[in-house]
């Protein structure tokens, strides 16, 4: 494949500290910071894929399966799935590590779709991806569904 990257050369990692500001009543962490963390760290990855200045298109999906809680580690891990012309489909993994009792538990999955733009905002093509792991082949080999997920939902509006 010319003008195409592996999975890996992209693929990020980030660990934050949550925090009490960080959380709701119940000492958990507030979803609506999960996001930004998700949102962020597919930016991230996407601009080092593409090389460009990236927009999010869309979160496409989000499953929150467990809470993290204050005093945990949460590690994210995102890396491009899929790309169309100037789009990348971002996949993101949140873990929570209770770091004083060793225990990691997989608190998050999403989808997210960003764009590559250029100086004047305008979408650029962006290069393949190469799947390697039997994980991104998995989630490469499942990427066209969800892509024609979002073209039925986006025909909704």
Do not use: W
């Amino acid at each position: 494949m010319d003008n195409a990257l592996p999975v890996q050369v992209s693929k990020m990692t980030q660990t934050r500290l949550v925090l009490p500001p960080d959380t709701n009543h119940l000492d958990t962490i507030f979803g609506g910071k999960v996001l930004a963390y998700i949102d962020e760290i597919a930016a991230l990855t996407a601009m080092k894929h593409s090389n460009c200045v990236v927009v999010t298109a869309s979160i496409d999906s989000v499953d929150f399966l467990s809470s993290a809680k204050v005093g945990d580690a949460l590690t994210l891990e995102a890396c491009v799935t899929s790309t169309g012309k100037s789009s990348m489909e971002v996949y993101v993994k949140v873990f929570a590590d209770d770091l004083l009792n060793g225990e990691k538990m997989l608190t998050t999955e999403s989808f997210l779709t960003m764009v590559a733009v250029d100086s004047e905002g305008k979408p650029t093509p962006v290069p393949q991806v190469i799947p390697e792991t039997s994980e991104e082949i998995r989630l490469h080999q499942t990427a066209p569904a969800r892509k024609e997920y979002r073209r039925n939902r986006a025909s909704l509006r």
